[in-house]
């Protein structure tokens, strides 16, 4: 005689049980997901974003072609009603991302290193910084040299700032579309010292013989910080006039570029790299 099957009742419920959890299975699962993208949304909105470096300004801290991501909270100005997290100022040598101070230029992101605080005294010497009459060690700054490129060799404006020489200063002010630090810079000057004033932060980039950076547009209000870089998640091997191919095909061909060398020209010891 065959066997028989019987159910007994708690069997009958623990299967009901079961078919209704997985009736809810597919509504939880899209209701997981979308709570996933919301918040994935809103940490890279408002708490990270990653940028793509375009030029050498920040060598050889940062590469064209590095793509970090920047910690859009901790210098952000504190929001009281949620204490957890966490914030501070500006300190000197923080590498920063801002909106460049620039009326002709809206929306422009840009990073450099903050050099000089509210209150702080700077001049350079042929490329070294001052701050406060001391001379700082800036082991990642790259200085003028008299052999090489021409265009790392010694500029008197440039390397030996605030130099007034007002040819000099119109010159550097008006080739970079920022004629107005021509007249405003000559204000903030005291003993040869530029003075930087309140809210605000005098940034330049560590590349200083290829940086267009405060010594030609002036200061970077408080307000204009949006970040600081936190480490680097992907580097690929950029051309420098990467950044003047805006075209449509040219955007295209490089893409295309990227995928077949992804590998072989993607800078893996870069990977994670922090950036200090």
């Known amino acids: 005689m065959p066997d028989i099957a019987t159910t007994t009742p708690d069997e009958k419920a623990a299967s009901a049980s079961a078919e209704h959890e997985e009736k809810e299975t597919a509504l939880e699962s899209l209701s997981s997901i ?16 990653n940028f793509e470096i375009p030029s050498a300004s920040m060598e050889k801290t940062l590469l064209i072609g590095d ?44 990073v450099k290193r903050a050099i000089g605080l509210p209150g702080d005294h700077i001049h350079l010497e042929h490329g070294v910084v001052y701050i406060n009459g001391v001379a700082q060690n800036e082991p990642y700054a790259q200085q003028p040299r008299e052999d090489g490129n021409p265009e790392d060799s010694y500029i008197p404006y440039r390397d030996d700032f605030p130099r007034v020489d007002l040819q000099d200063l119109q010159a550097a002010s008006m080739e970079n579309h920022a004629a107005y630090w021509a007249v405003e810079l000559p204000s903030h000057i005291v003993d040869g010292d530029l003075v930087v004033p309140p809210d605000s932060v005098f940034a330049m980039g560590d590349n200083r013989t290829q940086s267009l950076d405060g010594r030609f547009w002036g200061f970077v209000p408080r307000e204009n910080i949006v970040g600081r870089p936190m480490f680097i998640y992907w580097s690929f091997e950029t051309p420098k006039d990467q950044i003047d191919k805006t075209g449509l095909g040219d955007r295209i061909a490089f893409i295309g570029h990227v995928l077949i060398h992804f590998f072989d020209q993607t800078r893996w010891n870069r990977t994670f790299h922090v950036v200090h």
Request: charge should be neutral; glycine fraction near 4%.
């Open 34 to 49: 979308c709570t996933v993208l919301a918040v994935g949304l809103f940490v890279m909105t408002f708490v990270f974003q």
């Open 67 to 110: 793509h970090v991501l920047v910690d859009r909270v901790t210098l952000a100005p504190p929001s009281h009603w949620f204490p957890l997290m966490h914030y501070r100022d500006v300190r000197r040598g923080d590498v920063i991302v801002f909106l460049k101070p620039h009326p002709e230029t809206p929306d422009l992101y840009l």
